[in-house]
């Protein structure tokens, strides 16, 4: 079974800036559709970027200009780079991977056990 670890969530101020990182807890065959979602207390999940194996890019419009979510394809490595810190991008924040495990599998979905991310002065 593969597990999504991630890091480098904490305190920040506002203005400040973290970048999380997240990979497959072993090697696999391929990954589709990669991104990091979160969700605040009393909220639902919500996406926050998303990257696609043509490096497309999507983001929620509350991070467009601040967030940059990047893909490492010798590592697969997922990034998410946030710069100028919002105190309502606190949130514990996922990532998500849409995997192939062997070259006849199909894709699964898997997720991160979440960081979280908290900005305040």
């Known amino acids: 079974q593969v597990q999504l670890v991630e890091s480098g969530g904490g305190l920040v101020q506002p203005g400040g800036s973290l970048k999380l990182s997240c990979t497959p807890s072993?090697?696999?065959?391929?990954?589709?559709?990669m991104g990091w979602y979160r969700q605040a207390p009393g909220e639902e999940r919500e996406l926050v970027a998303e990257?696609?194996?043509?490096?497309?890019?999507d983001y929620a419009n509350s991070v467009k200009g601040r967030f940059t979510i990047s893909r490492d394809r010798a590592w697969n490595e997922l990034d998410l780079q946030m710069n100028n810190l919002k105190p309502e991008d606190t949130a514990v924040y996922y990532c998500?991977?849409?995997?192939?495990?062997?070259?006849?599998?199909?894709?699964?979905?898997?997720w991160g056990q979440g960081t979280q991310v908290t900005v305040s002065s």
């Open positions: 998500k991977m849409d995997l192939r495990m062997g070259e006849f599998s199909g894709l699964s979905t898997y």
């Open positions: 072993r090697s696999i065959f391929s990954i589709g559709v």
């Open positions: 990257i696609r194996t043509t490096g497309s890019t």
